[in-house]
């Protein structure tokens, strides 16, 4: 025999957000709590961002990052490609949006 069963669930959300939920199972020797948590975040299509600037002229464009979750986010940013900056850390506390600073600053004329 099998000491698990199986417990479907449908979640089926109308919006982003997150959402909570509490599963009470009871029976005449046992009680058990389950608590589920779903972050549903909107669809979003991938974003291209291009810059175009003199050579040793920096441009900045600021990226949103919104935390819709429970917890704060902590991220660590990697970039790649040359003449790219930012900020090695970003923190997005719960139910704020943070503006992420890319910055492109080219050291000569060319296509990074």
Not at 62 to 79: C, G, H, K, V, Y
Not at 95 to 107: A, C, I, K, R, S
């Amino acid at each position: 025999g099998s000491d698990t069963v199986e417990f479907p669930i449908k979640f089926t959300p109308k919006s982003a957000g997150c959402y909570h939920c509490q599963i009470l199972l009871k029976s005449s020797s046992d009680i058990r709590v389950y608590e589920i948590e779903c972050v549903v975040n909107a669809d979003q299509a991938d974003a291209q961002v291009e810059f175009r600037t003199p050579a040793y002229q920096a441009v900045t464009q600021e990226i949103p990052i919104t935390n819709i979750s429970s917890e704060d986010w902590r991220f660590e940013a990697l970039l790649e490609g040359q003449c790219f900056h930012g900020p090695p850390v970003i923190n997005v506390p719960v139910g704020e949006t943070v503006q992420y600073p890319l910055t492109f600053m080219p050291v000569a004329e060319s296509v990074i």
